[in-house]
């Protein structure tokens, strides 16, 4: 899925827009025993209440593609005997009113996922009537394309509120109010089938996680038993360590900012572009940047092995997922320097009478503490 066909399904969220008729929940406890479960009609339920529930629900499709949503591909032997597979299409299939295959569904997620709070499993079916999109990119309303039917779930922790002065409207008067248990957003979610070229794509679906750094295997192996996609930040401290081992001494600072400009810049053009398509690069980009920088063949040789054997063969990876193109940082065990990503050019290594120095160009004011400071004159230092 693209970030185009992400937000058209989001689109179907709003309070005005929406044709969702029922939502399906199960309250567990932080012991993972079912509280209660439920059937509530959005009809019957207060403005109030269906907008919490389609925010919730929503929130399932919000993050950034590749860190927060996950693209899970089912094998063909999955689609065809896989039991995980088959219980998705059950409760599909039956638009959630399967009674048996619901259970068992929250079965699975009870058995496989850990909050230290109370949670909500929240699921809904919806069917949307997808608009014929001309080549000038124009929907026409009154000529549907086809009928994408859909599951959607959030799984949420519930919190308790802490307690706090409040207003009686009845008596009028101030009072001290104990916490309430309210919903928070979703920490796990996902979409099932895929929305890909904006048809139904049964060998696949797409996982929420609102951490980028929590891959949630055990959620994952239990509803989809697929290969479970490396977190974004696990990606980006596998590829700072495949850099810095297969480089060695060649490992410089001016490498470093030379491969977090060129992947910057690449982030920085597909966002320019608006081309939908996530932006992916193979290990060749990472490459012709460190032949440009004069890297040695053998150390090439030695970031070629070791990118293929953390990332997989000729894998393509997103390069927001292993640089953030937002921060450029040193650091060293008692100091940390965050510069801003255009102005890493300021700064460099040197070594001087044996000592390793941080060397940063001052060419504008300089404060410390808030405090501005002054540079003492060259010629007083040479006396």
Known sequence: MNEKEVAELRRQFRPDHHNITKVYGCYVNENKTVISTFEQSM????QEE????????????????GRNLLDIAFTNQQ?????????????????LEDAEALETFYHKVIESVYLESNYLILLTFHTYDVPYRAKDDIELEDASEEMFSYLLCSICPVKKSKPGLGYDYHQQEFHTCTGDYLVAAPEIGFLFPAFDDRRTNL??????????????????????????????AEQKKSFEAVLSHSLEEECSMEVVQAVHDQLSSLIAEHKESKIPEPLMIHKTAVEEVLEDCGISDKHIESF?????????????????????EKKF?????????QVKPEARDLVKTETIDGVRYIMIRAEESVEVNGVSIQFEQEDKLSV
């Open 50 to 65: 269906a907008e919490s529930y389609l925010s919730l629900l929503k929130k399932s499709l919000s993050g950034t593609l």
């Open 203 to 232: 060998y696949n679906a797409l996982c929420y996680t609102r951490k980028v750094d929590e891959s949630h295997e055990e959620f994952i192996d239990a509803v989809f038993h697929t290969e479970i996609p490396q977190p974004a």
């Open 43 to 46: 009809a019957l339920a207060t």
């Open 79 to 95: 689609v065809m005997n896989g039991a995980e597979h088959a219980l998705l299409m059950k409760l599909r299939e039956s638009r």
């Open 329 to 337: 940082e040193v650091k060293m065990p008692q100091v940390k320097i």
């Open 304 to 324: 070629r092995e070791q990118f293929d054997a953390e990332f997989g063969e000729d894998r393509a990876v997103s390069p927001k997922n292993i640089i953030d």
